[in-house]
């Protein structure tokens, strides 16, 4: 049976200090409607503007995930997301009275704890998942992070940190399916290093900061004078250094706490894709910012598994046969591209070009295994767009490429395949510029893509 998508039964309450700014924050999560998705709505400003949970929105990753659409931001949302993602909901609306999730004990826990509270709702809507079908990477060459995204039946996680520390060097930890969430990852907190406390601390950047909001590593000799001022800066009774490295404020929960936290940030930040995903993600020294990126990937990879392509019923009448269409283009053979338009769409068109072994290209694109050349894919996707953007003028014109952009070939086309070209405007016509994509299939795949602007240019009469 098809999962059905949930929401909040009743609202819950969240107060607290952001980590950085150090403001007084109030949350509160509210039920939403089917499809409607995680948002954060800014209470605290005029209009009570609205902010999607969506990886484009992505502002800054250097100290958190930080959101920001026309000018307004809400940031450190991680733990607020993987805990929406591992309750297993799909549509809630955060209230929030300033501009930073509060801290708390910084973990994922309270959050959780809030939503057993709450209660959750089943939807009369079926939830829809990203699927993983292939294998996707991204990789951050400079960080040497890396995120790897294989099939999988369920929403599973392996996470690996390495530091340059003899207290906390290698660390490994396993999410084998996101049902495990609160029991085994929202409690974990987040850690720093003492030395990068001291310079988050000497650039009054962790306004809302406390010692029990954080495991302190510390992997250097440090005095006990030192520790107490440290105390005394956050307030705080006096500290020690334990055995292992970490200041005696807190107790590990996990001997891999370290590793389940940065698993936990996985979590909230690929719930950015806005999908439930179903596979298995490998994340090697993760950060928001390669999480995030990663999030990106995956949302084009939705967007591209999303585009259907067209049925081409070749009994069909075409809407332009070959005659019809070199009335519009000035293009003869062997530079005419499209063979026929065979459906009108909202804003575009589809069209269709049978590649044949007898395409003059073919003699020397290449001897032995004749591919068509990807300048001609492109030609032909233009020649159809141009189609349609000349079929709403009045008068003659011609059609001049000014820029290609987000251009890409996924399969070759050899002879007997048959183009299947749709066309669609991404913009209204104005000043003459028309900008379209393309999306051209074979079968049910996707063989080449990519995005045009044309200038209109009116004939003169002769």
Known sequence: MADKQKTLASSFTISGKGLHTGVNVTMKFNPAPVNHGFKFKRTDLP????????????????????????????????????ALTGMNLDNVLIEIDNE??????GSAKYFVEGIVKAGIKEQDAEREYLVIKE??????????????ALPDDDFSINTMISFNSSVLNNQYATLDSISNFKDEIASCRTFVFLHE??????NNLIKGGDLDNAIVIIDKEVSQEELDRLADVFNHERVEVKSQGILNNIELLFDNECARHKLLDVVGDLTLVGMHIKGRIIATKPGHGPNTMMAKQLKKYLNQSKIQAPVYDPSKPPVLDINQIKELLPHRFPFLLVDKIIEDLPDGVVGIKNVTNDEPFFQGHFPGEPVMPAVLQVEAMAQTGGLFVLRQLEGKYSTYFIRMDNVKFRKKVIPGDTLIIKTNLLSPIRRGIAHMKAVCFVGDKIVAEGEFIAQLIKQEDN
Do not use: M, W
């Open 47 to 82: 209009g009570q503007p609205v902010i999607n949970a969506d990886c484009d929105l992505v502002f800054d990753t250097s100290r958190g995930t930080l959101l920001e659409k026309d000018g307004v931001q809400v940031g450190t949302i991680e733990h607020t997301l993987a």
């Open 100 to 105: 930073e999730a509060p801290i708390i004990d």
């Open 135 to 148: 294998k996707i990477v991204y990789r951050d060459e400079k960080t040497g992070a890396e995120l790897i």
């Open 197 to 202: 406390l001291e310079f988050l601390l000497h």
